[in-house]
C-alpha cells in the first residue's frame, strides 16, 4: 500500500492506493449494428472501455470494489479472454502502456515474449515444402507472454490480490454468456478448424454456435482457477505449461516447455515526441509504435486546419506521409538489444521536416520497399482502455494473431495458442524482423497516450494490424489538430497505406473524394479499419474530475463510467 498526497486548495487528500497509483485476412464480421448514441460515456470515479460489454462491466466493478486501473486492467484482459476468445488470452500476447499516478511516470510493459529457441526461420520461407502453412500452424505459435504480464502488473502497481482479479472471467468462463452475431461469425469461420475438443463446446450438435446461444468454457474456467490459485507458475513451469509443451510436440511445433520457464514480463521506458504543444507517449522496441510518432512528426509540417479534416488535400498528405512511415518500420524496427531503431534521427525535427519536405503534394508516389523486405498482416486484435479517480491509466492492445490464433488448444485447458510468427518479416533472410531464435518478438502495437501538462489527457489505441499506427495517428490528430472529442475521434472515417502499393479508404469517405484520390494516382481499396478505444482525463489540484470515454462504432464493445 502506497500513500498519495495530493494538494487541493490548502488541504492534502490522503488517498490510500498502491501504483496510485502470410496469414488469413479476415475482415469485420458483418453485424448490422444499432446507430451508436454520439453520448460520451462520462464518470466521476474511472472509466473504461472494452470491445465487449462484460469485460467492460467487470472492469467497473474491479474500480468499484476500491481497485486501481491496474487491477482493473487484469480483471478486463482475463475476461476478454473468455467473451472476445478469437482475439486474446493466455496463450496470446500483447502491449501495455501505463501511467503510474504516484510517481508521475509511463512504463511499457512488453507482454509479447521471446521467439522459440528451437525456431527455424526457413521453414516459413520458399522453397520449404509448406511454408505458407507454418505461418499458420503449430510453428508460427510464439511464447506466450500474457499471463506474465498480468501477474507483473498486478505486483508492482496493484491494490487487491490476485484470486479476486480473476473472478469476474472464471465466472463468466463457467456460466457462459449468450454470444452475439459478431462472435458467432467469428466462430462458424474458424469452426471447420477447430481441434474436436473445442469444437465440442464452441458448437452444438456438430454445428457452430449461432448468435443467441451459450457459450460455456468449463475447461477455460478450470485453467483460470488454477492461474488464480498458483500464479503464473501454472503456465510457466506447471502442468498448464506442461500441456502446452505436448501439445507442440504433437503438432509439431517449435515452441518448448523451455521457452515457457524462461520467459518474463519486461518493462521499458516508453518514447515520445512533441506534438503542436503536446506530449505523445508510445511504447518503445520491442514494440514497432514509433511510425505513428514519424507520422505525426511529418504531418506537423503542415496545416490540417486549413486544409481541412479529411479533405483530398489532407488525406493524400496523410497517405503519402504514412508511406514514408510504413518504409522506416520495414528499415529500422529490431530487438532493442540487437539492432535499436535509431529514435534519435527518426524521432527528430529534422527528420520530419526533411521528409515532409519531400512528399509530393499533386500525385501519389508508388510504395518501393524492394531493398528491405515486406509482409501483408491482417491480425485480429483487442484494444482496452481503463482509468482510475487517482489518475492511473492503462492502455493495451493484446491478440492472439489470427482469429482463434493457431486454432490450437491443448486439451482440457480451454486456451487457443497464438500464431505470431506470422507477422515476422521473412524475406530477406536474416532482416530484423525475421524469426530469430531467442529473440524478442516484435509488434506493431501502438497503445498512446497524449499528456497534456505533464498528465494524460487521452489514452486510445486499436487493433488493426499493420494498419495499427496509421489509425492512432489520425485519432490523435482528430483530437489535437481539429478539437474532437474523444467519440468523434475515434469514429471518424480513416484511412490507410496497405502493401504493396493500396490506399485502404473506409466506405464513409465519399465516393467522389475517393474517385479524386485515385485521380492522384492511389490505388483505392475499400474495408473497414480497427476497432478503437479511447478516454480523457479533465484535472482539478492535481486530481481526475471527470473522464470521458467511447468505444468504436465499427464493433460492438462499451464504454462506461462511474
Request: negative net charge; aromatic residues 8%; proline residues 6%.
Amino acid at each position: 500500500m502506497r500513500n498519495l498526497w495530493t494538494l487541493i486548495g490548502l488541504c492534502f487528500l490522503l488517498a490510500a492506493c498502491k501504483g496510485a497509483p502470410t496469414t488469413d485476412e479476415v475482415e469485420p464480421a458483418p453485424v448490422e449494428l444499432a446507430e451508436p448514441s454520439k453520448d460520451l460515456a462520462v464518470g466521476t470515479q474511472g472509466m473504461v472501455s472494452t470491445a465487449h460489454p462484460i469485460a467492460t462491466e467487470a472492469g467497473l466493478r474491479t474500480l468499484e470494489n476500491g481497485g486501481n486501473a491496474f487491477d482493473a486492467a487484469v480483471t478486463i484482459a482475463s475476461t476478454l479472454n473468455v467473451v472476445e476468445p478469437m482475439m486474446s488470452g493466455m496463450g496470446g500476447y500483447g502491449t501495455i502502456l501505463v501511467y503510474d499516478s504516484l510517481k508521475g511516470e509511463a512504463h511499457y510493459l512488453d507482454a509479447s515474449g521471446k521467439i522459440p529457441m528451437a525456431v527455424d526461420s526457413d521453414a516459413y520461407r520458399a522453397p520449404t515444402p509448406g511454408y505458407e502453412e507454418n505461418r499458420r500452424n503449430a510453428k508460427a505459435v510464439s511464447t506466450p507472454g500474457a499471463a506474465n504480464a498480468w501477474q507483473a502488473m498486478s505486483k508492482r502497481f496493484g491494490m487487491l490480490t490476485w484470486s479476486e482479479l480473476l473472478e469476474p472471467a472464471i465466472e463468466a468462463a463457467e456460466t457462459g454468456f449468450i454470444i452475439d452475431e459478431r462472435a458467432a461469425w467469428f466462430i462458424e469461420r474458424a469452426f471447420p478448424e477447430f481441434p474436436d475438443h473445442a469444437k465440442a463446446f464452441y458448437g452444438k450438435d456438430g454445428a457452430p454456435l449461432a448468435a443467441g446461444e451459450r457459450l460455456i468454457q468449463k475447461d477455460l474456467a478450470a485453467s483460470l482457477r488454477q492461474l488464480s490459485k498458483e500464479g503464473v507458475s501454472a503456465i510457466y513451469g506447471g502442468s498448464l505449461g506442461r500441456a502446452i509443451d505436448a501439445a507442440m510436440r504433437e503438432a509439431g511445433g517449435f515452441l518448448a516447455f523451455q521457452d515457457l520457464v524462461g520467459d518474463k514480463a519486461e518493462w521499458w521506458q516508453p518514447i515520445s515526441i512533441s506534438y503542436r504543444g503536446h506530449e505523445v507517449v508510445t511504447p518503445s522496441a520491442p514494440a514497432g509504435a514509433f511510425p505513428m510518432l514519424v507520422r505525426l512528426g511529418m504531418m506537423s509540417h503542415g496545416d490540417p486546419q486549413a486544409e481541412g479534416h479529411n479533405s483530398l488535400g489532407y488525406l493524400h498528405r496523410f497517405a503519402e506521409v504514412t508511406k514514408h512511415a510504413y518504409w522506416t518500420r520495414l528499415a529500422y524496427s529490431g530487438d532493442p538489444d540487437v539492432q535499436p531503431p535509431p529514435y534519435d534521427l527518426l524521432l527528430s525535427e529534422d527528420y520530419a521536416q526533411e521528409q515532409a519536405a519531400a512528399i509530393d503534394l499533386s500525385s501519389a508516389k508508388a510504395f518501393d520497399a524492394s531493398d528491405i523486405g515486406d509482409v501483408r498482416s491482417h491480425n485480429n486484435t483487442t484494444h482496452f482502455v481503463v482509468a482510475d479517480r487517482w489518475g492511473n491509466v492503462v492502455s493495451a492492445t493484446v491478440t492472439l494473431g489470427n482469429l482463434f490464433g493457431s486454432r490450437i488448444m491443448p486439451e482440457g485447458t480451454g486456451i487457443w495458442l497464438n500464431n505470431s510468427l506470422a507477422y515476422c518479416t521473412f524475406e530477406p533472410k536474416g532482416n530484423p524482423m525475421d524469426a530469430h531464435p531467442g529473440r524478442r518478438k516484435l509488434s506493431s502495437d501502438a497503445p498512446a497516450f497524449v499528456m497534456r501538462d505533464g498528465v494524460p489527457w487521452v489514452a486510445l489505441g486499436t487493433p488493426g494490424g499493420h494498419t495499427i499506427t496509421q489509425t492512432v495517428a489520425q485519432m490523435i490528430m482528430n483530437v489535437v489538430d481539429f478539437e474532437m472529442d474523444i467519440y468523434d475521434a475515434i469514429a471518424a472515417p480513416r484511412i490507410a497505406f496497405n502493401v504493396p502499393n493500396y490506399l485502404d479508404v473506409e466506405e464513409a469517405i465519399a465516393p467522389e473524394l475517393r474517385d479524386q484520390l485515385a485521380a492522384m494516382g492511389h490505388e483505392i481499396r475499400t474495408r473497414q479499419l480497427g476497432n478503437a478505444h479511447g478516454l480523457t482525463l479533465d484535472y482539478e489540484f492535481g486530481l481526475p474530475v471527470r473522464f470521458t470515454g467511447a468505444s468504436d462504432p465499427r464493433g460492438t464493445g462499451l464504454a462506461k463510467g462511474f
